[in-house]
């Protein structure tokens, strides 16, 4: 069975490596200033060309209040009227990107995140998904995945409702830690009772799909403790469920300047916490996924991965990488066939740069043969545990062990370490080296060594 891992504490000690997530390959950390606007415009025209399907991202930065966790791009504020700005430039940005595209091409995937998305009021939601309905082709018959990030303290029956009536019908609920010391020293107070009645409304309302985010590694957590958290959301039954890693990086990101370190819970516990959470959500007959992503088998995710079609892009597993994504807003990243492009992440300069009718694209990067070759076997690995080296040598003429032949003897070592079993057809990610995908992938990262390795957060 694709869920089948094993826990390997030694093999875990000495993989646990720093490293990229791979939502892209290459990844952002190779995104250069030397993109711009004219390299937008001409893959949106390829697209258009193609008729490619679409996946539309939009980006809401406002929140209004900090999480010290969190590294998102991010606006906190109490003033709800900042958004309205924001919007009108949004709404410019979606009308100069939607010209460049055929108005048939079909939106498979729209997702907003953020920030809070429910930040803005019910006549903006509906404004800004007014203006997306004008300007591309959304699905009508509720066949698109079309999600939306919920915090429960910014939510109630009323929003739900609205959401649903916008033509939502997945929504991915922050939960983080139910314990009230942790949700208190990461300034995250939320109840369960929260949370069960936006869930609740997402059920009787008929969404799709109900995915948990909760995080392992904060300050004050125990493995006791994060058990009964993990118990708890395991009673909610979301359908897909998230348990992301702690990455202090308060050199980085400020707001972690606000966790007291002393608190955080050792490597030790860290592992432990893992440890009990797959064994815990094994039981209750979720499915590994990859790296921090659960599912129940009749999900979507876990059909893909069964049949092996499953992808990954910025948003994450997914079943619509075959889509082009369209980043909106402020940070926001576009994957437009070879074309990676970011927005400005600064919201001033993505304001004013749209107020004089110019798209805010700060910097991207065009992949090149060779990129496109690992980006294929990356996403193989990652999201299948298994590669077959013919499937490669078809698609790009080559000669796999010959192309990667420098490679081998850190592939030999995995093997014998027992993470993989490699053979002349292929390599396979055995139950023991699951879990460490990611130091897999890095074996095939022409630019990891570029890089210092404090820009990424650990495997585990």
Request: proline share 4%; net charge negative.
């Amino acid at each position: 069975m694709l869920d089948a891992i094993r826990w390997d504490t030694d093999l875990i000690r000495r993989y646990d490596l720093a490293g990229p997530r791979y939502t892209s390959y290459p990844t952002a950390v190779q995104f250069n200033s030397q993109v711009g606007t004219f390299d937008l415009f001409h893959a949106l025209r390829d697209s258009r060309k193609a008729q490619r399907p679409l996946s539309l991202y939009v980006h809401v930065p406002f929140c209004a209040n900090i999480c010290y966790y969190c590294a998102c791009n991010k606006v906190i504020t109490k003033d709800r009227g900042r958004a309205q700005p924001y919007l009108q430039r949004l709404e410019q940005e979606i009308q100069l990107i939607a010209c460049h595209l055929d108005p048939t091409q079909k939106v498979e995937q729209l997702h907003f995140g953020g920030g809070t998305p429910t930040f803005l009021s019910h006549d903006e939601l509906r404004q800004l998904m007014a203006h997306l309905r004008k300007h591309f082709n959304l699905l009508d018959d509720d066949s698109g995945d079309y999600g939306i990030e919920i915090d429960p303290r910014e939510a109630d029956w009323s929003t739900m409702g609205l959401l649903r009536e916008l033509g939502f019908n997945r929504v991915s609920i922050g939960l983080q830690d139910l314990d009230p010391a942790v949700q208190r020293a990461v300034n995250r107070l939320q109840s369960l009772e929260e949370t069960r009645a936006v869930i609740d409304a997402a059920r009787t309302l008929q969404f799709r799909s109900i995915n948990i985010d909760l995080i392992y590694g904060l300050p004050r957590q125990t493995p006791e403790n994060f058990a009964r958290t993990v118990e708890e959301v395991i009673n909610l039954q979301p359908d897909r469920l998230s348990v992301f890693n702690y990455a202090h990086l308060p050199e980085r990101f400020m707001p972690q300047r606000r966790i007291n370190s002393n608190e955080l819970p050792t490597p030790a516990q860290k592992l432990e916490m893992l440890q009990r959470t797959i064994e815990q959500l094994i039981s209750a007959g979720y499915r590994y996924i990859g790296m921090d992503h659960f599912a129940l088998p009749d999900d979507e995710l876990a059909i893909a991965q069964e049949e092996s079609t499953l992808q990954r892009n910025f948003q994450g597993y997914t079943t619509h990488g075959h889509c082009d994504l369209i980043g909106l807003g402020v940070s926001a990243i576009s994957q437009i066939g070879d074309l990676y492009c970011q927005n400005s992440s600064d919201l001033n300069h993505y304001q004013n740069t749209l107020a004089s009718m110019q798209l805010a694209t700060s910097r991207g990067l065009l992949c090149n043969a060779d990129d496109r070759l690992r980006r294929a076997v990356i996403a193989q690995l990652i999201c299948n545990f298994s590669l077959e080296f013919c499937d490669i040598e078809q698609a790009f003429n080559i000669d796999f062990q010959g192309y990667f032949g420098e490679l081998w003897p850190q592939l030999q070592d995995m093997a014998k370490d027992g993470l993989i079993e490699l053979d002349r057809d292929r390599i396979t990610i055995l139950p023991a080296g699951r879990l460490l995908v990611r130091s897999v992938c890095m074996v095939f990262d022409a630019y990891l060594e570029q890089h210092s390795r404090q820009r990424f957060s650990r495997v585990i």
